[in-house]
């Protein structure tokens, strides 16, 4: 059977570009897992011009849900400020939304074993007067909300000494329209999801520069200016354990069979 998703709306009922879902190998029965993401997301989660599903965290969920454990799923599009709260209200059972663990969201929700390793970056105007972190002070960044991104800004702004104003968007493409436009000068966000914009304005938009948190840290530094290493986790509620446990066996078989990696260089150089 062709891999296909659902995706349904935030209120729950299918919507018009809904696609079926595909049952693997594993023993999940009858149960439909529902996922909610935060859509747009590129490269992990997002629509094509046919109206389907496809991303990174799309193909991971197929491999750990569908082939590994056999349940049905479907992703949920939901705000990703709410996401969180959303979980806990039973809107859906998981969160896969490139969602970097952090102490504070561990309060509320579980988190699975890491599955993906990411940076907090800035992109700006090749011809604009921004080349440094320091040349920020001052100026208007853009962030999404309640993202990581957005307390990596609230960070910086803190060592600027306050001299720094955010601005914060529902989805991340109101950020990226808002440097073409020249509201922000720069774009506080995940390194691959900059990426994936620099790519497609590689004639007016740059990763800003310099050595950051990634080399601090002794990781394999990309080259462009890190201000956080992150580690992306699956949500689960508090009380779903079993799910849990599944889900951290299922993302160690597709690392030591090699599915991880294929879907790795399917949307990522390097």
Same mark, same amino acid.
């Given at each position: 059977?062709?891999?296909?998703? +659902?995706?349904? *709306?935030?209120?729950?009922?299918?919507?018009?570009?809904?696609?079926?879902?595909?049952?693997?190998?594993?023993?999940?029965?009858?149960?439909?897992?529902?996922?909610?993401?935060?859509? #747009? +997301?590129?490269?992990?989660?997002?629509?094509?011009?046919?109206?389907?599903?496809?991303?990174?965290?799309?193909?991971?969920?197929?491999?750990?849900?569908?082939?590994?454990?056999?349940?049905?799923?479907? $992703?949920?599009?939901?705000?990703?400020?709410?996401?969180? #709260?959303?979980?806990?209200?039973?809107?859906?059972?998981?969160?896969?939304?490139?969602?970097?663990?952090?102490?504070? &969201?561990?309060?509320?929700?579980?988190?699975?074993? #890491?599955?993906?390793?990411?940076?907090?970056?800035?992109?700006?105007?090749?011809?604009?007067?921004?080349?440094?972190?320091?040349?920020?002070?001052?100026?208007?960044?853009?962030?999404?909300?309640?993202?990581?991104?957005?307390?990596?800004?609230?960070?910086?702004?803190?060592?600027?000494?306050?001299?720094?104003?955010?601005?914060? =968007?529902?989805?991340?493409? *109101?950020?990226?329209?808002?440097?073409?436009?020249?509201?922000?000068?720069?774009?506080?966000?995940?390194?691959?999801?900059?990426?994936?914009?620099?790519?497609? &304005?590689?004639?007016?938009?740059?990763?800003?520069?310099?050595?950051?948190?990634?080399?601090?840290?002794?990781?394999?530094?990309? #080259? =462009?200016?890190?201000?956080?290493?992150?580690? =992306?986790?699956?949500?689960? &509620?508090?009380?779903?354990?079993?799910?849990?446990?599944?889900?951290? *066996?299922?993302?160690?078989?597709?690392?030591?069979?090699?599915? +991880?990696?294929?879907?790795?260089?399917? +949307? $990522?150089?390097?």
């Amino acid at each position: 059977m062709k891999r296909r998703t +659902y995706l349904k *709306g935030a209120a729950g009922s299918a919507a018009t570009f809904t696609l079926a879902g595909c049952l693997g190998g594993g023993g999940g029965g009858s149960e439909t897992i529902t996922i909610g993401s935060d859509i #747009p +997301y590129r490269p992990f989660e997002w629509e094509t011009t046919d109206g389907e599903l496809t991303g990174f965290d799309v193909d991971i969920a197929q491999a750990v849900f569908g082939d590994e454990l056999g349940y049905e799923h479907e $992703f949920q599009k939901t705000s990703f400020d709410g996401i969180i #709260p959303s979980l806990n209200n039973g809107n859906f059972r998981v969160i896969m939304s490139a969602m970097t663990i952090t102490e504070e &969201r561990a309060e509320k929700i579980d988190f699975s074993d #890491p599955y993906f390793t990411a940076y907090q970056t800035i992109i700006v105007l090749k011809n604009g007067d921004i080349s440094s972190k320091e040349d920020l002070k001052g100026k208007t960044v853009g962030v999404q909300k309640g993202t990581t991104g957005a307390g990596a800004a609230d960070a910086l702004k803190e060592e600027f000494g306050g001299d720094l104003t955010i601005q914060r =968007y529902d989805q991340v493409n *109101g950020a990226f329209d808002a440097l073409i436009n020249n509201q922000v000068v720069a774009v506080v966000n995940d390194n691959t999801v900059n990426a994936e914009f620099v790519n497609e &304005r590689e004639d007016d938009v740059k990763f800003l520069e310099g050595e950051g948190a990634a080399s601090e840290a002794g990781k394999d530094a990309p #080259p =462009y200016l890190t201000l956080t290493v992150e580690e =992306y986790g699956i949500g689960f &509620r508090k009380d779903d354990d079993d799910l849990r446990e599944e889900v951290n *066996g299922a993302l160690a078989t597709i690392k030591d069979n090699g599915t +991880y990696d294929e879907i790795y260089s399917k +949307y $990522f150089s390097g």
